[in-house]
């Protein structure tokens, strides 16, 4: 057997992953598991309905399954199961029907003798909202005065189950999101599930050090402003893509309140998917450790180590802080937002670091920004060249400009003749109504990156905030959309391009 299959062969082995699978990933996955069987057999009759051919009992509510006012209750542990008698007699399904085979009556079989594991009606986010928002009422009740879940944050695996499709490898899932974090922050992961199928997850952020709010201070201009309330979770919730809205009227909505509260997180996002957590923190997976390969923090988790490291330096009092290298907008890609879905739209990631363009399923413009020197087209400019950035724009629409340099230091950039664009009208974007000029590289060496980054709407954009870490030295940057009572706004009318400018000494 090669290398590479005998690391295939332990990367897919529970006792690689776990050494022991815990109780909480055999019964979830028995539930998932028991779920799919009933699905794909018995529920098209099972719908809980009273049209001919159908059964009262709906097969996919668990409550409903294990109920014991059935004279023989469809499924009981230490007892009868009518659904494994009705299964193995033949009587389910009909005969004109294809019944499950031997492994799958299996693992019914192991599902009831486990108690027979709950499992949702549906793998929707209506039902994860809801698993964490009682586990949130709950976690919020046992809380200390002063600690309403402040530092509880979600995530869940349950977008990876589809009906009809293969069963994803959870313990897998879960195992590289645990080695993520762990490597990620030193710590020993902080991962407790809240629902019987162990796809929803609490994280208490205390346990991993990235609890404390005071790191960072208010920019103005290039004055250092007051220290801003802002966790390290929040860097996180910048870089999300899949965020939606919550319906502000929606009962769950109301019972996640004081999750969602600004001055809990900086977005209104209930829970992550934990498979992007995991790929946000680590590059590389169980896979490449089992060929003896390193797995590589992201530049994000790197900013994280560093604001982990801070707080401590900050708590001894240290005189000398120092901050990661600056990697702005590495390896960014584009992020195309999805359409809104069961009501709920999308909140686009108009504040990452590490992402480039951004802009809605459905633009509502066609927005477009270049270099240029000399009136030519450029990606590269020199030490001391004047180059400008021409914008245009198939609607009539406002902007704000900012300058990232290759530090990271950020700041909004005013130009010369004010922050409208007109439709269909090139525009040259310019400080002085002459050029930018880089006259140096900040982080030394002979090339560097920095980056423009342009915000175009059609209505008025809101303030801009721009937040330094209390490093002495090599900061973490950041900024972030803040809308306000005044200045609300639709983030999906916003199209967000960033420009790299490339700089050259020679």
Same mark, same amino acid.
């Given at each position: 057997m090669s290398r590479v299959v005998a690391a295939l062969v332990l990367f897919l082995s529970p006792t690689f992953v776990f050494g022991a699978t815990p109780e909480h990933r055999v019964n979830g996955d028995l539930a998932i598991r028991a779920r799919d069987i009933l699905k794909r057999y018995c529920a098209e009759c099972h719908t809980g309905g009273l049209e001919p051919g159908t059964s009262k009992l709906k097969l996919m509510d668990h409550k409903q399954v294990v109920s014991k006012t059935t004279p023989i209750p469809f499924a009981t542990p230490d007892g009868r199961s009518l659904v494994l008698d009705l299964v193995k007699d033949g009587s389910m399904p009909p005969a004109n029907r294809p019944g499950p085979n031997a492994d799958e009556i299996e693992i019914l079989e192991k599902w009831v003798r486990a108690k027979a594991p709950a499992y949702p009606i549906s793998f929707d986010e209506n039902t994860t909202l809801t698993t964490i928002a009682n586990d949130f009422a709950s976690a919020s009740a046992d809380a200390k005065t002063g600690e309403p879940g402040e530092y509880l944050r979600y995530v869940s695996f349950a977008h990876l189950i589809k009906d009809k499709e293969p069963l994803p490898s959870l313990i897998v899932a879960e195992q590289q999101l645990r080695d993520a974090?762990?490597?990620?922050?030193?710590?020993?992961?902080?991962?407790? +599930?809240?629902?019987?199928?162990?796809?929803?997850?609490?994280?208490?952020i205390r346990k991993l050090g990235w609890h404390t709010n005071d790191l960072f201070n208010k920019m103005e201009g290039r004055t250092i402003g007051g220290?801003?309330?802002?966790?390290?979770?929040?860097?996180?919730?910048?870089?999300? +893509?899949?965020?939606?809205?919550?319906?502000?009227?929606?009962?769950?909505?109301?019972?996640?309140?004081?999750?969602?509260?600004?001055?809990?997180?900086?977005?209104?996002?209930?829970?992550?998917?934990?498979?992007?957590?995991?790929?946000?923190? =680590?590059?590389?997976?169980?896979?490449?450790?089992?060929?003896?390969?390193?797995?590589?923090?992201?530049?994000?988790? &790197?900013?994280?180590?560093?604001?982990?490291?801070?707080?401590?330096?900050?708590?001894?009092?240290?005189?000398?802080?120092?901050?990661?290298?600056?990697?702005?907008?590495?390896?960014?890609?584009?992020?195309?937002?999805?359409?809104?879905?069961?009501?709920?739209?999308?909140?686009?990631?108009?504040?990452?670091?590490?992402?480039?363009? =951004?802009?809605?399923?459905?633009?509502?413009?066609?927005?477009?920004?270049?270099? &240029? &020197?000399?009136?030519?087209? =450029?990606?590269? &400019?020199?030490?001391?060249?004047?180059?400008?950035?021409? =914008?245009?724009?198939?609607?009539?629409?406002r902007f704000t400009l900012l300058m990232i340099q290759a530090d990271g230091e950020v700041r909004v950039q005013p130009v010369q003749g004010g922050d409208f664009l007109k439709e269909n009208t090139e525009r040259l974007l310019s400080p002085n109504g002459k050029g930018f000029v880089i006259s140096s590289i900040t982080t030394g060496g002979d090339t560097a990156t920095e980056h423009f980054v342009l915000f175009a709407s059609e209505t008025e954009l809101p303030a801009l905030t721009i937040l330094r870490s209390r490093h002495t030295d090599k900061h973490v940057w950041r900024f972030f959309v803040n809308p306000t009572a005044k200045e609300a706004f639709d983030p999906n009318a916003v199209v967000r391009k960033v420009v790299p400018i490339e700089i050259t000494s020679k």
């Amino acid at each position: 057997m090669s290398r590479v299959v005998a690391a295939l062969v332990l990367f897919l082995s529970p006792t690689f992953v776990f050494g022991a699978t815990p109780e909480h990933r055999v019964n979830g996955d028995l539930a998932i598991r028991a779920r799919d069987i009933l699905k794909r057999y018995c529920a098209e009759c099972h719908t809980g309905g009273l049209e001919p051919g159908t059964s009262k009992l709906k097969l996919m509510d668990h409550k409903q399954v294990v109920s014991k006012t059935t004279p023989i209750p469809f499924a009981t542990p230490d007892g009868r199961s009518l659904v494994l008698d009705l299964v193995k007699d033949g009587s389910m399904p009909p005969a004109n029907r294809p019944g499950p085979n031997a492994d799958e009556i299996e693992i019914l079989e192991k599902w009831v003798r486990a108690k027979a594991p709950a499992y949702p009606i549906s793998f929707d986010e209506n039902t994860t909202l809801t698993t964490i928002a009682n586990d949130f009422a709950s976690a919020s009740a046992d809380a200390k005065t002063g600690e309403p879940g402040e530092y509880l944050r979600y995530v869940s695996f349950a977008h990876l189950i589809k009906d009809k499709e293969p069963l994803p490898s959870l313990i897998v899932a879960e195992q590289q999101l645990r080695d993520a974090l762990a490597l990620a922050t030193g710590n020993p992961a902080s991962l407790e +599930p809240i629902d019987a199928t162990a796809t929803t997850f609490r994280i208490d952020i205390r346990k991993l050090g990235w609890h404390t709010n005071d790191l960072f201070n208010k920019m103005e201009g290039r004055t250092i402003g007051g220290v801003v309330r802002f966790q390290l979770f929040d860097l996180i919730l910048l870089e999300y +893509p899949h965020a939606r809205q919550l319906t502000a009227d929606d009962l769950t909505t109301t019972r996640l309140n004081k999750l969602l509260a600004r001055g809990s997180q900086i977005r209104p996002i209930p829970f992550i998917r934990a498979d992007w957590l995991t790929g946000a923190l =680590v590059d590389g997976n169980l896979l490449s450790r089992a060929l003896g390969r390193s797995r590589e923090l992201t530049p994000l988790a &790197v900013d994280l180590k560093a604001l982990v490291a801070l707080e401590r330096a900050l708590a001894q009092k240290a005189e000398e802080s120092v901050g990661p290298i600056a990697k702005p907008f590495a390896r960014a890609r584009s992020a195309r937002v999805p359409e809104a879905v069961e009501g709920g739209a999308p909140i686009p990631p108009l504040s990452a670091w590490y992402t480039g363009d =951004v802009a809605p399923a459905r633009p509502p413009f066609v927005l477009k920004a270049e270099l &240029v &020197v000399d009136g030519k087209t =450029v990606t590269r &400019v020199k030490e001391g060249e004047s180059f400008q950035l021409r =914008v245009s724009c198939d609607r009539a629409v406002r902007f704000t400009l900012l300058m990232i340099q290759a530090d990271g230091e950020v700041r909004v950039q005013p130009v010369q003749g004010g922050d409208f664009l007109k439709e269909n009208t090139e525009r040259l974007l310019s400080p002085n109504g002459k050029g930018f000029v880089i006259s140096s590289i900040t982080t030394g060496g002979d090339t560097a990156t920095e980056h423009f980054v342009l915000f175009a709407s059609e209505t008025e954009l809101p303030a801009l905030t721009i937040l330094r870490s209390r490093h002495t030295d090599k900061h973490v940057w950041r900024f972030f959309v803040n809308p306000t009572a005044k200045e609300a706004f639709d983030p999906n009318a916003v199209v967000r391009k960033v420009v790299p400018i490339e700089i050259t000494s020679k």
